[in-house]
T-cell receptor
Framework: GENVEQHPSTLSVQEGDSAVIKCTYSDSASNYFPWYKQELGKGPQLIIDIRSNVGEKKDQRIAVTLNKTAKHFSLHITETQPEDSAVYFCAAPRSSASKIIFGSGTRLSIRP | GAGVSQSPSNKVTEKGKDVELRCDPI?????LYWYRQSLGQGLEFLIYFQGNSAPDKSGLPSDRFSAERTGGSVSTLTIQRTQQEDSAVYLC??????????????FGPGTRLTVT
């Protein structure tokens, strides 16, 4: 069956430093890997996604890398700022279906 | 444009009562999902509707939980005989499924359910 594992569960970094969150998935047919950010009291919001035909995608301070052979993908946030503090979820679709399986989440805290 | 809306935003109910939670997806979105999020936890998949297909109910935790989606739009999640462990935030999301595989889910703000 499908499974998405996410690490670490909590992460604290100094403002200005980089943060990296990693996920692994089990279904080799998965071809779409989104990352969601959830701020306190709100629903998750898509911040970046990557498809299996590329290895890396960047959007300003955020980047996602994908290693299909190893079945893992990572979120990289550079020059972290206080507003980056939130819970981040990775996800992957179950093969041949649109059902998305979410990781368990990473609570990121940015220290001033 | 309008996003996904959910009502009520907060619901307090007594143990044993039935509750109904409503989700209004983004107009034109064919897929609709319900998730449950306990305090400080991840997203627990409950049920998934896609167009006119039979819903994927594989995440419903017990037969006290049910959901329907009328006319391919509004959805209602019903919890019968509520228990204290049902207390959580219930999130709804909708998605515009395309042949190219657009899976972005747009989440509502959630309904916080408290069972006393």
């Amino acid at each position: 069956g499908e499974n998405v594992e996410q690490h670490p569960s909590t992460l604290s970094v100094q403002e200005g430093d980089s943060a990296v969150i990693k996920c692994t998935y089990s279904d080799s047919a998965s071809n779409y890997f989104p990352w969601y950010k959830q701020e306190l009291g709100k629903g998750p919001q898509l911040i970046i996604d990557i498809r299996s035909n590329v290895g890396e995608k960047k959007d300003q301070r955020i980047a996602v890398t994908l290693n299909k052979t190893a079945k893992h993908f990572s979120l990289h946030i550079t020059e972290t700022q206080p507003e980056d503090s939130a819970v981040y979820f990775c996800a992957a679709p179950r093969s041949s279906a649109s059902k998305i399986i979410f990781g368990s989440g990473t609570r990121l805290s940015i220290r001033p | 444009g309008a996003g996904v809306s959910q009502s009520p935003s907060n619901k307090v109910t007594e143990k044993g009562k039935d509750v109904e939670l409503r989700c209004d997806p983004i107009s034109g979105h064919t897929a609709l999902y319900w998730y449950r999020q306990s305090l400080g936890q991840g997203l627990e998949f409950l049920i998934y509707f896609q167009g006119n297909s039979a819903p994927d109910k594989s995440g419903l935790p017990s037969d006290r939980f049910s959901a329907e989606r009328t006319g391919g739009s509004v959805s209602t999640l019903t919890i019968q005989r509520t228990q204290q462990e049902d207390s959580a935030v219930y999130l709804c999301a909708s998605s515009l499924q395309t042949s190219g595989g657009s899976y972005e889910q747009y989440f509502g703000p959630g309904t916080r359910l408290t069972v006393t």
